[in-house]
């Protein structure tokens, strides 16, 4: 059986890169186009400050989250369609002051809410719960008739012949698509940019990483262009951008999202073995996310989708008892920085004033875990990759020429399946280690949840990379895992020199951290990550409520 490829454009990729910047740009409508001049550090106020959106769609787009709109469309205060207009226009302002869409369908998402809106006419009920909410796409994701070009520019004017199965799902839903957002060049480097589309800019400031690999949907989210879209996760690619945003995402374990015609890096077929990427949401909220997950798991996605299991939301019992919360400070290579310590030292004593059990672990094989992981991730030495490349005559990027993992030699089978192995070994160590927990709680029970930081540093400058292994150690575990702000970088705390460095990752971090470095960061957004067990996503929610109720500032 020959392999599966897909379908390329045999053209020089400075052609087909002026091609897609050209089609990109002839989709946002003439008066649509704004000028910021001159343009601030900090381009979150550029929606209300440029003049295109009326009062209703400021008022649309700054004041909900996507629950809550919902609501309100459900109650007829909004029509599908102004809601998807004021969304289309706000998202085409990100697009000229931050560089994060790929592709735009504006005039299909306003007759799919002129349709929803007649239906709600007609029948007096919304088609169902994602009734008129316009959902924001990671490039990765499928819509028939619309490019996935995942940052390669020989996958240009390649239109996808089938949706992705979680895009019939949503649509079956009642959502509105609009957009799809921008991704690194191999979706496998921190930073969002490729030779194609160019880089994502952070609205928070311009010159501090959007982070990757759902870089763009980050910043579409965080700038209020969409107030919850899909991306994808394999090594922390939809939550380290949350994190840098200040926004929230969750990742699912597999099985959970339906996966199946997705885009990726790899051959097809590749990303059904080893570490398993997942579609995960990202939102204004963390209730959103949890929404969308469950609406999803009530169409019974695994009858769609192969790469699914039959896993029902099923709501835990009301807990009345007070919470055992694990907490993790170190990743055993790079020493947190002031602001990570405070924001966890901060979360940590309000749970405990609050009755709530704060235990202390460690990041518990963090070694072999992070070796296993890139084992799985340059298994194929990163040769499928170049070869898509090399029809177009398209260089490597620059984020990813630096990232250290690719090219490298390839593996054979028969140390794909050791990888496989070890990795069940961890699996099933970290299983064990879970629950002895047990032992060290006052009920006796293992632990509910893990708070930890997603990186120990704060959003840092554009293509400066630095390993976290906060974020890979839960996609090989297969461990879900949720993204919430909790505080902001505040030099009156933080600013504080940090102990000399334990090696070269750490003295690269601490970099960022070098006195006259660290102001710029003031008021940047830092979050912890709340982790639970393998497919236990409702469980893990109930728990963040109860946190959130504690905190009082997580939506």
């Not at 029948?123 to 009734?131: F, M, Q, S």
């Not at 979706?187 to 589309?197: E, S």
């Not at 209020?224 to 380290?240: E, K």
């Amino acid at each position: 059986m020959k392999p599966v490829t897909f379908p390329v454009t045999r053209k020089p990729w400075q052609e087909l890169r002026d091609a897609k910047l050209a089609e990109r740009e002839s989709k946002i409508p003439k008066e649509w186009r704004v000028k910021f001049d001159p343009e601030p550090a900090n381009l979150l106020s550029l929606a209300q400050s440029c003049g295109l959106l009326t009062l209703r769609e400021l008022q649309i787009t700054d004041n909900y989250d996507a629950t809550s709109l919902l609501a309100e469309i459900a109650k007829g205060t909004y029509t599908s369609l102004e809601v998807t207009i004021a969304f289309c226009k706000r998202s085409a302002i990100a697009q000229q002051a931050l560089n994060c869409l790929t592709e735009i369908f504006y005039d299909e998402a306003i007759e799919r809410a002129k349709w929803l809106d007649d239906e709600f006419q007609k029948t007096g009920r919304t088609v169902g719960p994602l009734h008129g909410l316009p959902i924001c796409l990671k490039d990765s994701v499928n819509i028939a008739g619309y490019d996935s070009v995942v940052g390669i520019a020989a996958y240009a004017f390649q239109p996808e012949k089938e949706n992705s199965v979680i895009v019939d799902l949503m649509l079956k839903l009642g959502a509105v698509l609009y957009v799809k957002t921008n991704v690194p060049q191999s979706m496998m480097v921190p930073d969002t940019d490729n030779n194609i589309f160019g880089t994502t800019r952070n609205p928070i400031h311009k010159e501090i990483t959007a982070s990757g690999s759902s870089g763009g949907l980050a910043a579409l989210i965080k700038f209020r262009g969409s107030l919850l879209g899909i991306g994808t996760d394999v090594g922390g690619s939809i939550r380290v951008p949350a994190y840098s945003h200040g926004i929230y995402s969750t990742k699912p374990s597999s099985g959970r999202l339906p996966y199946h015609n997705m885009k990726g890096y790899l051959e097809p077929g590749a990303e059904t073995v080893g570490v398993l990427c997942v579609n995960a949401p990202m939102a204004v909220s963390y209730r959103d996310c949890e929404m969308l997950m469950r609406v999803i798991a009530e169409t019974e996605p695994w009858l769609y989708d192969p790469s699914c299991q039959y896993l029902p939301w099923i709501q835990p019992k009301p807990l009345s008892r007070t919470l055992s919360l694990g907490v993790i400070r170190f990743d055993g290579e790079v020493q947190t920085l002031p602001p990570i310590t405070r924001a966890l030292n901060e979360v940590c004593n309000k749970l405990k004033a609050a009755g709530h059990e704060i235990i202390e672990l460690e990041l518990y094989k963090f070694q072999d875990i992070s070796d296993n992981a890139v084992d799985f991730f340059t298994a194929d030495g990163g040769e499928f990759l170049k070869s898509q490349l090399d029809i177009s005559g398209e260089p490597w990027s620059t984020a990813v020429a630096n990232g250290g993992m690719y090219p490298c030699e390839k593996k054979g089978i028969s140390e794909f399946h050791a990888y496989s192995s070890v990795r069940a070994e961890l699996q099933r160590a970290w299983l064990k280690y879970w629950e002895e927990t047990a032992q060290k709680t006052k009920s006796g029970l293992p632990v509910d949840a893990l708070i930890l930081p997603i990186q120990s540093f704060p959003a840092r400058p554009d293509g400066f990379l630095i390993r976290s292994h906060f974020s890979r150690t839960w996609n090989l575990l297969d461990y879900p895992g949720i993204i919430f702000p909790v505080t902001t970088v505040d030099m009156a705390k933080d600013d504080i020199d940090m102990p000399p460095p334990l090696n070269d990752m750490d003295a690269k971090a601490q970099s960022t951290w070098a006195k006259g470095v660290r102001e710029r960061l003031q008021g940047f957004p830092i979050g912890l990550q709340l982790v639970g067990q393998r497919q236990m996503e409702p469980k893990l929610f109930q728990t963040m409520d109860k946190i959130a109720n504690v905190l009082g500032n997580v939506q």
